[in-house]
């Protein structure tokens, strides 16, 4: 039976939910994010080794750290702009191929200058790949499960950083710190070959842009086959275009305050995060924990972020943003208690996956609210941008972690300051919450014009 009038993209994606499209967005989605996270974190498991071999202070290797994460910010403020421009399909794959490519001539690196410019590029096309994920995801989920949708998305990023270590355990001492980015460069090569065949551009995308009407024809028919279809049926959206700069309209229509704040809150979180996991196991190795379970140690506390990650995403839908600032709160005594056990192995690790529980955890929930409260024209951009400005802190974080490390500081004293931007982050996004009660209750819907 042909489709009698137009039908609104809402009801095409809140309806049946058995079309093959759905489950192909989630399983390529997932597996870009399990590559992005292990490329994420490659060079924190290879930093003992390189300094090791080039016979450099490991204080120098701050930049280093920092050096993907300019490029991620780069990216996710350029890139994210011609995602809400050109579509989000065709953005994440260039992105995948240009971070596949640098990550691959990484091991061609030999000195830090020249390691650290591969970095930001292959940053570069990491931060323009993460928003058009998110915002193609956000944009085929029912309202009801887009804070579980984003979230899942960060357990294969999580997983991706989790894997690497135990990788990186097993392939440095075999065959040395560049097999783990030869295996971070390939990957992603494949499966944006992969994504390019099988995954389609966003139906809310293609309403709201008014681009390809044909296109937009052709895959809402193979979403749902049950409503007869044709390129001669209409579409109708409750969201509106807007015109002009994507970035402009994160500040329009009242959201400056709510953007602002949502910045500040991923610097904060992004600080302490990246602090942890770029110096954990080199910071765990110095206290006398062999290198092997030291990266293993690493490799926990990405463990525990992809727990976390699977709990947030519960939280927010069930009980709304708000819960997600006790999330970072709860963080902040399980980062110093690492400081008090780093001679008692057992307590050690089910600290350091605690904490990755809860860190790692509410950072899912805050990347999941960027995909949530900007509306369609504007998702990919809101996303980038507060992933892009994140990473200012995920940049000060590694840097600022070296310089503590130089000054010699005590455990205790060490993890004490890493403790500090997560309750800062809680009282931020409750602020956050405060200036957006949609966004605090439970069953956000995404935000719409």
Known sequence: MSA??????????????????????????????????????????????????????????????????????????????????IGR??????????????????????????????RVLAGIGLGGTVPSIIALNAEYVPERARGTRITLLYIGYTAGTACGGFIASYTIPHWGWGSVFVIGGILPLVLAAGAAWQMPESVRFLAVSGRAPARLSAIAARLRPDLGITPATRFTTTEGAARGV??????????????TLLWITFILSLVGHYFLMSWLPTVLEAGGLPLQDAVIAGA?????????????????????????????????????????????????????????????GGQGGLNALSGILYPTYARSTGAGWALGVGRIGSIFGPVVGGLMIGAHLSPVALFTWASIPAVLCGFTLWLVMRTNPEAAAPGMPVAAE
């Open 300 to 360: 926990l506390f990405m463990t525990g972020g992809m727990v976390g990650t699977i709990l947030t995403g519960v939280v927010l839908d069930r009980w709304g943003g708000s819960a997600v600032a006790l999330i970072f709160i709860a963080a902040t005594p399980l980062i110093i208690a690492i400081g008090f056990a780093q001679h008692a192995e057992t307590l050690l690790m089910i600290l350091v996956f605690l904490a990755g529980v809860t860190l790692i």
């Open 89 to 118: 399909k065709s953005t994440l794959i260039g992105g995948a191929l240009i971070f596949g490519l640098f990550t691959l001539a990484t091991p061609l690196a030999t000195d830090l200058t020249t390691l650290m410019a591969l």
């Open 246 to 259: 994507p970035v402009r309209h994160l500040f329009a229509g009242g959201r400056a305050i709510m953007t």
């Open 4 to 85: 009698s009038g137009p039908i609104d993209i809402g009801r095409l994606l809140e309806g049946d939910r058995s079309s093959p499209i759905f489950t192909q967005i989630v399983v390529w989605s997932l597996a870009l994010m399990f590559v992005e996270g292990y490329d994420m974190q490659t060079m924190a498991y290879a930093a003992p080794a390189i300094i090791r071999d080039w016979h450099v202070n490991k204080e120098l290797f701050g930049p280093v750290f920092s050096a993907s994460l300019v490029g991620y910010l780069i990216g996710a403020l350029v890139v994210s702009n011609i995602s809400d421009r």
